[in-house]
């Protein structure tokens, strides 16, 4: 969930922009008299959803560090090394549908209408994205140096980017049985 709430930041900005320009300013309030116009909520929410990123992007440097995944044999190292790579980042298509689309379909009849449409389609996407075998990017994460990428075999795999393009170790994250996610990072 927090990777969704992550990735779809692109789109709540867009949707804050254009709800604030369809229904003339409706965000221009006066808390505690300090008036909040559009910009101070973009900033908080810049804030915020940048507060997540980084606990994410924390959260995964644990994972790794503590290696609290299941390791990966040393003989398979190789499945998750940059040759076997089949995707990074997800795809152009994906980004548009997920980011892009909720934002351009604005009702036009009002504001609380407009706010129920865009949340209906977060959580019909969020269950798009669950079901799907398909990567969705993550633009924050890129930014703050994680990748997420695709293996031949069908595996999801994390890269923590440093400097250095040896892999250290691969973990397993999640359910032995059933997961398909990986973390690893490269040397710094």
């Known amino acids: 969930m927090l990777y969704f709430v992550t990735a779809m930041s692109p789109a709540y900005f ?6 604030n320009e ?13 008036n909040f116009n559009i910009y101070i909520w973009c900033s908080i929410l810049f804030i915020s959803l940048l507060l997540l990123a980084l606990f994410l992007k924390w959260l995964l440097k644990i994972q790794f560090t503590r290696e609290l995944g299941a390791p990966v044999l040393s003989s398979k190292l190789s499945d998750f090394s940059n040759h076997n790579i089949e995707e990074t980042n997800g795809s152009v298509v994906s980004f548009l549908l997920g980011n892009i689309i909720p934002v351009v379909l604005i009702m036009e009849n009002g504001i609380k209408e407009a706010i129920v449409v865009f949340l209906l389609l ?15 990017p993550n633009i924050v994460l890129i930014i703050l140096g994680v990748d997420i ?8 795999l994390l890269i923590i980017k440093g400097q250095d393009e040896n892999m250290l170790n691969v973990y397993q994250i999640g359910d032995v049985s059933k997961s398909k996610l990986y973390i690893t990072a490269y040397r710094k």
């Open 149 to 156: 990428c695709k293996t031949k075999d069908g595996n999801y």
């Open 122 to 136: 977060q959580i019909i996407i969020y269950l798009l994205i669950v079901k799907s075998s398909e990567i969705f």
């Open 14 to 19: 867009l949707f804050l922009l254009q709800i």
């Open 22 to 34: 369809k229904f003339k300013n409706p965000f221009d309030l006066k808390i505690f008299n300090i």
